[in-house]
């Protein structure tokens, strides 16, 4: 039902707009590439039966607003998942610059209760994959405490082991080794 | 020396009762110089002198000839089956003389052209494949004695001719040895391989010299972490095609598979008690990763271990009465023991400071990897700490040790020629031989019932 409505509104819009079009389509050149811009359309040409030049750049100031912040949060989640915390061989303690890594996370996700993160824990392949599964899940678990510490819900956190098997870097030596041990943090909604 | 007797009346069974008790009568008395000792291998001893043996291509009659070469392929399963047991060497084909056997049907050996080469068995077979069914007719010869010790017949199918040759093989071990042979065995692995877009890991089973690969998973993910069931009918595996590390049964003979333990963390690592009837593994519960032992449904039975550290890697004594685990309780993963009867633990590895991966073989013995100098390799140790042995020394990492059911053998997987690969050696470490050569890194081998 719903569908069917809301198909007659947008023929109704369409029809509308393409009248508009014919009449003022000067002032309809921006922003059709956007892909965004596409899905607003109906909402912009409705109210361009009133057309005025103020309200329309008012509109589409706001719009572009709206992107950035989007682009921005992309940034910040980005940001949020793009910093790992390693850890030492055979070790699941935080290390200090870990726990400032795990504070900035924190209070970001203090700001955006919106997202819930999930840590995975992972182990140089050096060792038993089962060791390294119970060593990988120490990891994501250290992790998650020390958020919860800092206030996050537990509701908020989930955590995975992947052991040995899911390395950044596939090459064996000190430097993989060190880049593999580390807790992986990904978020979502 | 009762292999040698069995042998003879084998070759004789058709005969009359009489005609055999005559033949038993002169072998006994008559021929004084038929002690077996000369090639009646002792398994037992400490150093086995390995036997020089001659496999030349299975012969055949137009007739019955298969494709060309088809008689060299068979020769050549059954003289690397016979090098892997450790007790042979088998004699390059190179080095044979044309025309040594003249014709195996007669018995009509060159036998000094084999002893020229340093032949001390040989063994000439000939092959007759018609429509589907391959007949081979199997004759060792005792190179020394002029002498053929061994008749037998055996029947199967062309397009397994493998199985075929590796029965061949189990009845030359048995012969020779007294013991059965490994060679109708398979493995169970875990191939790494790399996709478009991920590496995934999925699980194989193979022969024990690493021919007729076969996949039994196909997730894309990450399945790992094998375990054949003491009956050989089933398999225990890992996935993460649920979302996190879970457990899962499959049935060998249905294909059936069930997931069986799905709890929160971890449930990781485990392996059949002897009788096949329970499961002990590493649950944490998100928490804390600790022993238990399940039924095959996946209920809980019991909780093993108690402890804030890691406890991983669950694995029975033959008896059923211990297990041996890794802990890293003491700060770093050692081997424990525990006794199943009174619940007492006790720590079985002191030197080095990461030992990892116990498995308790048929003979007692408990084999691990442990690193040392930052490589890891297998060393073995009796249950009450005594006779420590390192076996892979030098040579890459040596990883994931598994007994044969007879305790004679471990397969083990290895990178010391680059990528991780399926080894197999001897249980004093000898004989290290390379078995895997398929596309992608084999690890984690698991060894079926013979």
């Known amino acids: ?189 | 020396m009762k292999s040698r007797f069995v042998s003879t009346l084998k070759s004789c069974n058709k005969a009359k009762p009489a005609f055999l008790i005559l033949m038993l009568w002169a072998a006994v008395v008559l021929v004084p110089n038929l002690a077996p000792a000369r090639i009646f291998i002792d398994i037992n001893a400490p150093a086995v002198q390995k036997l020089q043996i001659a496999v030349p291509a299975f012969s055949t009659r137009a007739s019955g000839a298969a494709e060309p070469g088809f008689g060299g392929k068979l020769a050549d399963i059954v003289a690397n089956d016979l090098e892997i047991s450790g007790y042979f060497v088998s004699i390059e084909e190179d080095a044979f003389l044309p025309g040594a056997v003249k014709d195996v049907a007669r018995d009509a050996i060159r036998f000094k052209d084999w002893s020229l080469i340093g032949a001390e068995l040989l063994l000439a077979c000939t092959y007759n494949a018609i429509g589907q069914s391959l007949e081979l007719e199997v004759r060792l010869y005792d190179v020394f004695r002029a002498r053929r010790v061994y008749t037998k017949r055996l029947l199967g199918k062309r397009n397994d001719h493998r199985t075929l040759a590796h029965r061949l093989s189990n009845e030359i071990i048995y012969l020779l040895t007294g013991q059965k042979g490994m060679f109708l065995s398979r493995l169970a692995y875990v191939n790494r391989l790399q996709g478009k877009e991920n590496v995934y890991k999925e699980i194989f089973t193979c022969d024990v010299d690493g021919h007729n690969a076969e996949q039994l998973t196909f997730d894309k993910g990450l399945s790992i972490l094998p375990r054949w069931s003491p009956d050989g009918k089933k398999l225990l595996y890992v996935s993460y095609k649920d979302g996190g590390p879970m457990l899962y049964l499959k049935e060998l003979g249905t294909g059936v598979d069930r997931r069986i333990s799905a709890r929160k963390g971890l449930n990781i690592g485990a392996n059949w008690a002897p009788d096949g009837r329970q499961i002990a593994l590493t649950l944490s519960h998100g928490d804390n990763p600790d022993i238990y032992t399940i039924d095959l449904k996946g209920n809980i039975l019991d909780r093993l271990t108690r402890h804030w550290g890691i406890d991983v890697s669950p694995v029975y004594s033959p008896d059923g009465r211990k297990m041996a685990f890794v802990s890293n309780r003491s700060g770093s993963p050692q081997i424990y023991i525990r006794d199943l009867q009174n619940g007492e633990e006790r720590r079985l590895t002191f030197e080095g400071k990461y030992n990892t991966s116990p498995t308790w073989s048929s003979l007692n013995r408990i084999a691990f990897s442990g690193m040392d100098g930052g490589r890891f390799d297998i060393y073995t140790i009796n249950a009450d700490g005594t006779g420590l042995q390192n076996l892979t020394q030098g040579g890459g990492n040596n990883e994931d040790p598994c007994w044969s059911p007879d305790g004679r053998y471990l397969a083990f997987s290895s990178n010391r020629e680059g990528g991780y690969h399926l080894y197999l050696m001897t249980a004093g470490g000898r004989n290290q031989t390379r078995i895997s050569f398929q596309e992608g890194e084999q690890t984690s081998p698991s060894w079926s019932h013979y």
Not at chain 1, 38 to 64: I, W
Not at chain 1, 99 to 126: F, M, T
Not at chain 1, 168 to 183: F, G, L, V
């Open chain 1, 1 to 189: 039902m719903k569908k069917k409505a809301l198909f007659v509104w947008m023929v109704l819009v369409i029809a509308c707009s393409s009248l508009l079009l014919m009449t003022s389509c000067a002032k309809k050149q921006i922003g059709a590439g956007e892909a965004e811009g596409m899905q607003e359309q109906p909402a912009v040409t409705e109210e361009a039966e009133v057309p005025s030049d103020e309200g329309y750049a008012e509109r589409e100031k706001q719009r572009q607003a709206e992107l950035e912040a989007l682009r921005q949060k992309q940034l910040e989640i980005d940001a949020f998942e793009s910093v790992n915390i390693y850890f030492d061989f055979d070790k699941s303690e935080l290390k200090p610059e870990s726990q400032i890594a795990l504070k900035n996370k924190a209070a970001w996700l203090e700001n955006n209760p919106e997202y819930s993160v999930r840590i995975e824990g992972h182990c140089d392949e050096r060792g038993t994959n089962e060791y390294n599964l119970a060593l990988g899940e120490r990891r994501a678990n250290a992790a998650a405490n020390f958020l919860m510490s800092l206030g996050i819900s537990g509701d908020r956190i989930r955590t995975i082991s992947y052991g040995e098997e899911r390395p950044a870097d596939p090459r064996h030596n000190e430097t993989a080794w060190a880049r593999n041990r580390r807790d992986e943090f990904k978020l979502f909604k």
